[in-house]
């Protein structure tokens, strides 16, 4: 067996265009394919993170609400690699998204720091 990376993620999300603008617009994803799924009345957005890796945004009517506290089993957050926490940060103000203090991760010693999506999936910047 020969699992050699992560070819894509999949979340779900309650408001299309909200996703779409905060995804593409803020933070800079390309938009490689974008379908309206008729038979599911949804619809389906894949995302160019990186060379080998795409973002899955599917745009339900009426998804349930996401559990935070506690945690429930799943997908606890998203973690994109960042060269320089502080500017990212900056870079997101200026686009009106709010991030967490900045810290260290206990374990990489890397810089690090949290924001939401706009249906409060946590997104983190990890250097």
């Known amino acids: 067996m020969n699992l050699s990376k992560i070819h894509h993620?999949?979340?779900i999300v309650s408001n299309y265009?909200?996703?779409?603008?905060?995804?593409?617009?803020?933070?800079?994803f390309s938009i490689i394919r974008e379908n309206y799924r008729a038979e599911r009345r949804d619809w389906k957005l894949d995302l160019r993170v990186d060379e080998h890796t795409e973002l899955?945004?599917?745009?339900?009517?009426?998804?349930?609400?996401?559990?935070s506290r506690p945690e429930a089993c799943g997908?606890?957050?998203?973690?994109?690699?960042?060269?320089?926490?502080?500017?990212t940060v900056k870079?997101?103000?200026?686009?009106g998204?709010?991030?967490?203090?900045?810290?260290v991760d206990?374990?990489?010693g890397k810089k690090m720091?949290?924001?939401?999506?706009?249906?409060?999936?946590?997104l983190e910047l990890h250097e």
Request: charge should be negative; hydrophobic fraction near 40%.
């Open 75 to 87: 997908l606890r957050h998203l973690a994109l690699c960042v060269e320089s926490v502080e500017q």
């Open 113 to 122: 720091t949290f924001f939401h999506d706009p249906d409060g999936l946590p």
């Open 17 to 28: 265009e909200s996703a779409k603008d905060f995804y593409v617009n803020k933070l800079g």
């Open 97 to 103: 998204i709010e991030c967490e203090p900045i810290r």
């Open 106 to 108: 206990d374990f990489t």
């Open 9 to 11: 993620i999949a979340i």
């Open 91 to 95: 870079e997101l103000a200026e686009v």
């Open 56 to 67: 899955e945004i599917f745009a339900e009517p009426n998804p349930p609400k996401r559990v």
